[in-house]
């Protein structure tokens, strides 16, 4: 599904020296485009994405969307190969840095340092035992023996959550019978649950937190649906999911002008 994906906002940063963009797709996931990593660092972009592409640890990271491209003086839209955010200090950590420009070479080493050290940090409670850990911090620096019991219980919680995106995978199987809404739903959906916690937020005289509001709202949505995303809500559902929602931000403020989001009408698909 990957051909699907739509960017829906920007966000610049700067990363060595130069600047870059991150962007939303529709997917609720951050990419950048690995042609503007490889300019700005002085890299072959055909090589450096082979690379990423025969790198089993990340190459399904790498996906191709519909984008905005200069072209004769505008632009034009054409496939452009991005890469997921999440794979990008992996991926700076396998570059050779005698490839990249000579004023940021210094950084890269650097940063690949670093990315090892912190690649042991994160990983090391999998590769060796608590007896040992416990000897090995004993020689570090009160400091950083504290850094690294906290990255331990990082890994931990890691492993906590990787167990229950597995437990839900298995309920997104079990649901796949039956058609989901499509991502312009999703996001109508999501669109309509911020407006209710908004309406919410207001009530409430800001005596709680606006984020406590638009967690309630969702958390209410999940429970009346029986779902446990919103995103795996039943194609079926979905007038009725509609009316729910409307008919919360109507008890809330009642005599208000239903936001476009209520009165657009249900989103078709993108197929």
Partial sequence: MTDQLQIIQDFPFEFYGEMYVAHLASDRQFYIRMNDV??????AQASQRRRVQEDEGIS???????????YQGGYRRKE???????????????I???????????????FKRSFAETAWKVYRSDLMPPEVLAEMDAYEVPARAEIDGTMDQLRSLTKKLDKIEGRLGVIEARMSAEAIINT??????????EQVGEALFEQKGNKMPKTQCHAMVQNDFKGHFQVPVYSLLPESKMEEAVDYLMQRYQHLKPGAKLPGVFTDGIQESLL
């Fill in 96 to 110: 050779d840095a005698k490839r990249v420009k000579p004023e940021i070479y210094e950084k890269v080493v650097r």
């Fill in 80 to 94: 452009v190969t991005f890469l997921n955010i999440r794979a990008l200090p992996y991926w700076l950590g396998t």
């Fill in 38 to 43: 490889s300019d700005g660092m002085g890299l």
């Fill in 60 to 70: 399904h990271y790498l996906v191709n969307i519909m984008a905005d491209t200069p």
């Fill in 184 to 193: 312009r739903q999703q996001w109508q959906i999501k669109a309509m649950i």
